[in-house]
DNA sequence: AAGTGGTCTAGACCACTTG
DNA sequence: AAGTGGTCTAGACCACTTG
């Protein structure tokens, strides 16, 4: 197995590293004394040390050097997926109960969330999401509400939820978009209760999501807030899973 | 603002697919027709296709060009933050009362996810994290309960976790990790109810993770796992908190 | 056979930080 | 003033996919 020379550079970093001889904030060869004791170009070396810097392992800075970047494990990382990739991948069916679609006058919580003034009119949905196993047996695992703009998706009302969730509607509308997000551990209200057919005792994981329209500009960034979305889960039958570098 | 030619093409290319004229799936221009088109040299027309690619937007394949990806939207991520991290940003004090540290046979549970025979001797730890505010005030918003592998930290007993956390020791013993990890909402038991001081109705924010210390090899990843971790966060007092691209 | 992306070179000029 | 990283060029050779 013959490795790109960039790659051999890399693994040298990286080992010098992982085996703690150099520790963080430790000054890492330039990329000319690099090419040098490589033997290759300073291009080369270069690539070796930027693509060790994106994944976080080295910090530079022009002028002064480069370094073993501090606190490598600062934050984990926990990946929220979709919920009907998550059922299909499971080799489920997924079903999408409509429970409401309409317009509301936004409740004075989710125009904060939005940056409206209360009673801001807004598309409003709930629907139900089902995983359907191979018996047939169907069981709620989220409820998911959320609250639109109206300028985005002049068409929200219009379209049909039960086959395309409101999510991969809203992502063909606005293609790249940003997100805040945060996970809670709630007691459902009563209605949440009566929608997922829980009992009062279970617990439920409630996802927030805030999500704007992002456009790079020449020189700044515009953000549009797009919708606010909560997602109920049911604590005993979902978990939200992840995986990445990092974190003890 | 004078923008790098690279990063010009970034742009360009980010409009064409951010504006929907280029739909998932559909060619890129090639390095020559882009160094061409923007008169600039193939390397840097390929830094600007290489970096997009980095980030999801395009994929590439040798010998047959790059196209624009598909499904974009597919996850978002979630940040886990060091509990002592958090607290601090909030300019506040963290305290930890190491409520045990011993050896313990592994329970089945832990040893299917360490990977051990069940009653194996391991390191035990079960620590109360509490934030204390400008008035003094203590409220206990994390409960850990870690379990690690004896061999990867024989010192793990000497150690005084109410000075340094557990994570904090484990990353320096084994600097490069990686973690698998989930969330799930439950009812905590009453011991736990006990240890946070929390009424029986209370739910719980439950992250498991499982940590694992990597070695890139020259040919193939060595992974050993390191320890295995439970931590229980009063629901209404602590929320997961995360920011990123992608996902409505 | 032609075109694509992947690797690499030996130069260049620049902005920046450091002694 | 010397060294660093950041950008860029005009070439080269290669493995690979496609008509």
Redesign the pocket.
């Given at each position: 197995m013959v490795?790109?020379?960039?790659?051999?550079i890399k693994d040298y970093l990286y080992q010098q590293i992982e085996s703690g001889q150099w520790l963080p904030g430790a000054a890492?060869?330039?990329?000319?004394?690099?090419?040098e004791q490589?033997?290759?170009?300073?291009?080369?070396?270069?690539?070796a040390?930027?693509e060790l810097?994106q994944v976080g392992l080295l910090t530079?800075?022009?002028?002064?050097?480069?370094q073993v970047a501090e606190q490598l494990p600062t934050g984990a990382l926990l990946e929220i997926r979709n919920i009907a990739d998550e059922i299909a991948e499971r080799g489920h069916q997924h079903r999408a109960d409509v429970l409401a679609l309409n317009e509301v006058l936004c409740p004075a919580t989710i125009a904060q969330q939005l940056g409206l003034v209360p009673d801001t009119a807004v598309f409003f949905s709930r629907i139900r999401h089902l995983e359907v196993d191979r018996h047939g047996q169907a069981t709620a695992i989220q409820l998911e509400e959320r609250y639109v703009i109206k300028a985005i998706a002049p068409g929200y009302l219009e379209q049909d939820f039960s086959r395309q969730t409101p999510s991969a509607y809203l992502s063909a509308i606005s293609p790249l978009s940003e997100a805040d997000h945060w996970v809670e551990a709630v007691m459902p209200s009563a209605a949440v209760q009566d929608w997922l057919s829980l009992s009062a005792e279970t617990p439920c994981l409630k996802l927030s999501r805030r999500t704007s329209s992002v456009r790079l500009g020449k020189v700044k960034k515009q953000q549009q807030i797009v919708n606010f979305a909560i997602l109920y889960h049911p604590g005993d039958k979902y978990r939200l899973g992840g995986h990445l570098v990092t974190g003890v």
């Open positions: 490795l790109p020379r960039f790659a051999v890492v060869p330039s990329e000319n004394q690099l090419a490589f033997s290759v170009s300073r291009m080369t070396a270069r690539r040390l930027t810097t530079r800075s022009q002028g002064a050097g480069t």
